[in-house]
Nanobody, 125 residues
Framework: QVQLEESGGGLVQTGGSLRLSCAFS????????MAWFRQAPGQEREFVGS????????NYADSVKGRFTISRDNAVNTVALQMTSVKPEDTAVYYC??????????????????WGTGTLVTVSS
């Protein structure tokens, strides 16, 4: 069974940096595309970025492009979101998510099969 757990959230000032981590528990981590989403108060959950199983491909929302970087280490089953030059509008609960073409688990409306429970990032102005 796959489980995801985020960590690293907290309070950071505008212009600062923060690094979020996601620990993946379960088999075949390298088969999974990993993604980060975020949800601000009163807003819909939105895509932040993703990284393919072998790290060959990354994708980012325009709102974070050039400021955030996703990476993964398949040796220790972790994914990171390095946030730099943060803005107040980055304030949100950040979620780690995963999907694999080899998994029979049903996908949700975002195309994800597994989710963490989130970590809160607050950017002060």
């Amino acid at each position: 069974q796959v489980q995801l757990e985020e960590s690293g959230g907290g309070l950071v000032q505008t212009g600062g940096s923060l690094r979020l981590s996601c620990a993946f528990s379960g088999p075949r981590f390298s088969h999974y595309t990993m993604a980060w989403f975020r949800q601000a108060p009163g807003q819909e959950r939105e895509f932040v970025g993703s990284i393919s199983g072998s790290s060959d491909n990354t994708n980012y929302a325009d709102s974070v492009k050039g400021r955030f970087t996703i990476s993964r280490d398949n040796a220790v089953n972790t994914v990171a979101l390095q946030m730099t030059s943060v803005k107040p509008e980055d304030t949100a609960v950040y979620y780690c998510a995963a999907h694999s073409p080899f998994s029979a688990v049903l996908r949700d409306m975002h195309g994800m099969q597994h989710w963490g429970t989130g970590t809160l990032v607050t950017v002060s102005s």
